[in-house]
């Protein structure tokens, strides 16, 4: 048996407790524990992406961070991106320039994004493609998707999005 | 097969340092080793894992009486933004720049890539050339106490360093350099992002009319350790970089360094690139 401990932490913006084993990843916790399956296992060592989630405002590989080390700490999952206007206009983006093929690594690819928004919000298509190296996307060959996010970048820029 | 017994995480480096007294005790702070390595089977968490996450002495990145002190928590993305790092040791921010991925640099620490001894660790190259040195914590007597080493002893192999099982890294100690430092890092690798570098140059030295003084280089991926290459720095040590110069370093740099085959390159193309490399790094040095 392994080691259990309790942990209590803000999951999309609700206070949330959870018994986990002391070496298990926060996806597994999401996925397995919690019943969030938005966020993907991929390669589950930090390659892809497909894990990505947002931990005190920063993008991480849920799938390299202990779940006991989100006690305290404030985690946001593709769930919980949701509830937030400015997901909106990345949704709408994504569907509008096809950023979306087999949809595995989209919600990692939207958290990441997201953060690049929220961080760079000047990030030209260079540096998107900078911004988004963690990710990777076997069918769009990443055009569309750097596509999507430049134009919520120049929609937030113009003040079109909140 | 021993299990996890408790999971701790204290609020100081004093109670840090008295979990550590057993000396059984996996250390876990960004984590992004720690987790593939312990699901991987390569290592095994021992009987307490202890998160280091809320002890505020390992946090920030300060100057300290004539020296930059890097705290072992400062995160690959808090020295990239850091105003202090940018204006004293830019040489950092070379290396941050191509570390792994945005989110592996926001969980990832210093003091983790330290602790971690790979030899294609991306910040120990520079951190080598900057004479960096390491800040350990332990409580050997009941009362905290605290030794400096030079990184350049502080590894011993492949994942293996000179700490002791009840010591905690610190930090790292930099002394600020002064106005006519010279200091630069080149990894070469596949892709930019999310690559073990295939081999990692750093040179660093006094520049003053074309040549380099008080050399300190530095290779990585090329040897058991990131090394130090004490007949690369003599062979360059003072002599003004023209073309015949500039040959002979990189001749010596390609013999000085040991690499295997491995997937990712040859042992005679990692003494290929290191010979290219260090050539055209120094035809920059001489053309600034």
Redesign the interface.
């Known amino acids: 048996m392994s080691l259990n401990h309790d942990i209590e932490f803000t999951l999309n913006g609700v206070t949330r407790r959870a018994t986990v084993r002391v070496n298990m990843s926060a996806l597994d916790m999401l996925r397995e524990v919690i019943g969030l399956t938005g966020t993907k296992y991929g390669c589950g060592e930090g390659e892809c992406g497909a894990c990505t989630i947002l931990v005190d405002g920063l993008s991480l590989n849920s799938c390299l961070m202990f779940a006991v080390d989100c006690h305290g700490r404030d985690v946001v999952t593709i769930e919980g991106l949701a509830a937030d206007a400015r997901a909106d206009a990345l949704r709408a983006a994504f569907v509008e320039h096809g950023a979306v093929q087999c949809g595995y690594c989209t919600p990692g690819m939207v958290m990441q994004a997201s953060h690049l928004i929220a961080t760079h919000p000047d990030a030209d298509a260079e540096a998107i493609k900078r911004g988004i190296e963690g990710n990777l996307c076997r069918c769009t060959g990443y055009k569309k998707i750097v596509d999507a996010i430049a134009s919520v970048n120049s929609a937030v820029k113009q003040g079109a999005t909140p | 097969m021993t299990?996890?017994?408790?999971?701790v995480?204290p609020s100081s480096l004093e109670q840090a340092a008295e979990y550590l007294r057993s000396g059984e005790v996996t250390i876990?702070a960004?984590?992004?080793d720690?987790?593939?390595q312990?699901?991987?089977g390569r290592l095994k968490?021992k009987r307490t894992?202890m998160?280091i996450?809320h002890i505020p002495e390992l946090k920030g990145i300060a100057i300290d009486g004539g020296e930059i002190r890097i705290g072992a928590l400062a995160t690959i993305?808090e020295i990239m933004e850091s105003d202090l790092i940018k204006k004293h040791l830019p040489i950092l921010l070379e290396a941050c720049d191509h570390f792994?991925?945005?989110?592996?640099r926001?969980?990832a620490t210093l003091g983790g890539n330290v602790c971690n001894a790979s030899p294609a660790g991306d910040m120990l190259v520079p951190l080598l050339v900057l004479d960096a040195e390491v800040e350990l914590a332990s409580k050997p007597n009941g009362s905290l106490s605290r030794r400096r080493m030079p990184l350049a002893e502080f590894f011993v192999g492949p994942g293996k360093t000179r700490r002791g099982p009840t010591e905690l890294l610190a930090g790292l100690r930099i002394a600020l350099p002064p106005a006519n430092h010279y200091a630069r890092f080149f990894k070469f690798g596949t892709?930019?992002?999310?690559d073990i570098s295939t081999i990692s140059i750093g040179i660093a030295g006094m520049l003053k009319n074309g040549a380099l003084s008080q050399v300190r280089v530095a290779f990585g991926a090329v040897a058991p350790v990131p090394m130090r290459a004490p007949r690369t720095e003599q062979a360059l040590e003072g002599k003004r970089l023209d073309a015949a110069v500039i040959d002979a370093v990189a001749d010596v740099a390609r013999n000085e360094v040991t690499p295997i085959d491995d997937i990712r390159a040859t042992a005679w193309y990692r003494k290929e690139l290191i010979h290219n490399i260090t050539k055209r790094m120094l035809a920059h040095v001489a053309q600034s």
Do not use: C, F, K, V
């Open positions: 299990e996890i017994e408790q999971y995480a876990l960004g984590g992004t720690l987790m593939p312990s699901q991987g968490i894992l998160n996450h993305t792994a991925s945005d989110q592996i926001n969980a892709r930019p992002a999310l």
